[in-house]
């Protein structure tokens, strides 16, 4: 609420903003004249008191109670815990997804929906989740659904894009990453150095499996090998699954010898074939790169994406847009990003490892960045 109070000698009110409940107790005395005019401010409420999510319209009509395109925003890293960084909304990434999907499958006025892609993955199992709940949304509204590849879109990010029915990525998206990792490490020589000497009480040979507090056994090692390349085929598959004959041919081997095919290619000034394998290898490709391997249906933009959508719903072009966000969030064009980033170690230097509250996991995850291996944990 906005209180503007006249006082004498001043030549303009004084605007006092007052956010909160008010509780008044005993007898309030005021002396001169009190006016209030202008109009009501919105305070911005902490996350446990915020709102459910609400469709608020960004673009087109406003009017129209149907027909409505939604964008489902997916930033940052895909993990399931709450992040609680500074000036972040503490929101759990799995979660506040799910909720979004619940909105859409009991609003009958959205007919299209637009993933907004923008993340280099992360925890298998969070993705796992994520793409559980589109596959759901499908089988419940069977509404057109288009991912939109913004800056990243790798490993979980990527994965959750095949899900849609159509995949546009900006020409300068960065795709791909098909891939797993588990960031492991061996801390027994710097806790050697300085005399610190683990005593592990257990009961199970391999209950400490890879515990930085010493070096991995070949065997312990390959344990976690396997389970990394059982994610790996599982995203693979998706993949397979979803572009089908869009990838590229797996070519059988040539007959020819080594220096025969030097020969033919040096003859014919040809380049080395390409290896559909190389799709599969965790390396990343530009966006009009991953037209090409058939990663992705088209390069282009968010406003491409929505067009899509539309189109593939049978909507007008005027189409409703709108964003799914809580009251204290603010939703005032296609791009706004809710705030939620992890908490920065308050130590000067943060060892991957060495903080066992956030345990290590699998990742569908492009990782060039360091922060990423500790907030992911």
């Known amino acids: 609420m906005a209180l503007v109070v006249s006082v004498v000698g001043c030549q303009s009110p004084i605007r006092a903003l007052v956010g909160g409940n008010m509780n008044l107790a005993g007898n309030m005395g005021v002396d001169g004249d009190i006016q209030m005019n202008g109009e009501m401010v919105t305070v911005t409420r902490t996350d446990n008191t915020a709102s459910p999510i609400q469709s608020v319209v960004i673009d087109g009509h406003a009017d129209h109670t149907s027909g409505r395109i939604a964008i489902v925003d997916v930033d940052g890293l895909i993990v399931n815990r709450n992040f609680s960084g500074l000036n972040s909304m503490g929101e759990n990434p799995v979660a506040v997804f799910r909720e979004k999907m619940r909105r859409i499958e009991c609003d009958g006025s959205i007919s299209a929906v637009v993933l907004r892609i923008n993340t280099p993955g992360g925890g298998v199992t969070a993705t796992d989740i994520l793409a559980h709940d589109v596959a759901r ?6 509404i057109p659904i288009v991912a939109c590849l913004m800056t990243t879109g790798c490993g979980g990010g990527y994965y959750l894009a095949t899900h849609a029915d159509q995949i546009v990525a900006h020409p300068t998206s960065v795709v791909g990453g098909i891939g797993v990792i588990l960031n492991s490490y061996n801390m027994e020589d710097t806790l050697g150095q300085y005399n610190i000497v683990p005593v592990p009480v257990k009961s199970g040979d391999k209950i400490d499996l890879g515990s930085p507090q010493r070096t991995m056994e070949i065997p ?5 090998q396997a389970m990394a390349d059982q994610f790996h085929e599982r ?3 998706q993949v397979k699954r979803s572009r089908g004959a869009r990838l590229p041919a797996q070519e059988s081997p040539l007959t020819l010898g080594l220096s025969d095919q030097e020969r033919d290619a040096e003859n014919a000034g040809a380049v080395a074939s390409f290896d559909p394998n190389e799709i599969f ?8 790169q991953a037209v090409e391997q058939g990663l992705v249906d088209s390069t282009g933009y968010l406003d491409d994406a929505i067009d899509i959508a539309g189109r593939m719903a049978g909507l007008a072009g005027n189409a409703p847009v709108v964003l799914l966000r809580r009251d204290n969030d603010r939703a005032l064009s296609e791009f706004d990003v809710t705030p939620n980033s992890p ?6 230097i943060s060892i991957p490892g060495l903080d066992r509250a956030k345990m290590p ?9 360091p922060s ?6």
């Not at 312990?220 to 976690?224: D, K, N, S, T, V």
């Not at 990423?372 to 944990?377: E, I, K, L, R, S």
């Open 343 to 348: 908490m920065s170690s308050l130590l000067p």
């Open 235 to 237: 995203f693979i598959e």
């Open 220 to 224: 312990e090692r390959a344990i976690l």
């Open 137 to 142: 949304l499908k089988q419940c509204r069977d």
């Open 281 to 288: 290898d965790g390396r990343v490709w530009t966006g009009m």
């Open 361 to 369: 996991t699998f990742l569908y995850l492009w990782q060039p960045e």
């Open 372 to 377: 990423f291996v500790t907030a992911a944990g």
